[in-house]
């Protein structure tokens, strides 16, 4: 079974960046659609960013202009890239697939953005 650890979150100012990174066990990046999900407390989790197979990407209304998904193929590694931080944008950020089965749900990363 592929595991993902999700990383690089932590305490951020409004305005400011941060980049998450996902790094799976197996090549899965290259045959899967991957997206980036994130939950608010109190809320539901909810797709943010994903990325097709062939490198296509999306975005919620809420992150476009804001954020980036990317990924390494050699490296099993997706990355999101996150700017102009809002208070709004707090959260515990997954990666899985976009469609399911999904892969077990790792920890998560937290991303706090407050002053």
């Known amino acids: 079974q592929v595991q993902l650890v999700e990383s690089g979150g932590g305490l951020v100012q409004p305005g400011g960046s941060v980049r998450l990174s996902c790094a799976a066990s197996g090549s899965i990046f290259s045959i899967n659609a991957m997206g980036w999900y994130r939950q608010a407390p109190g809320k539901q989790r909810e797709l943010i960013a994903s990325i097709s197979s062939g490198g296509s990407t999306w975005y919620t209304d809420s992150v476009r202009g804001r954020f980036t998904i990317s990924r390494d193929i050699a490296k099993n590694t997706m990355y999101l890239q996150m700017n102009s931080l809002k208070p709004e944008d707090t959260a515990v950020y997954f990666c899985?697939?976009?469609?399911?089965?999904?892969?077990?749900w790792g920890q998560g990363t937290q991303v706090t953005v407050s002053s």
């Open positions: 899985n697939k976009l469609i399911p089965p999904y892969y077990y």
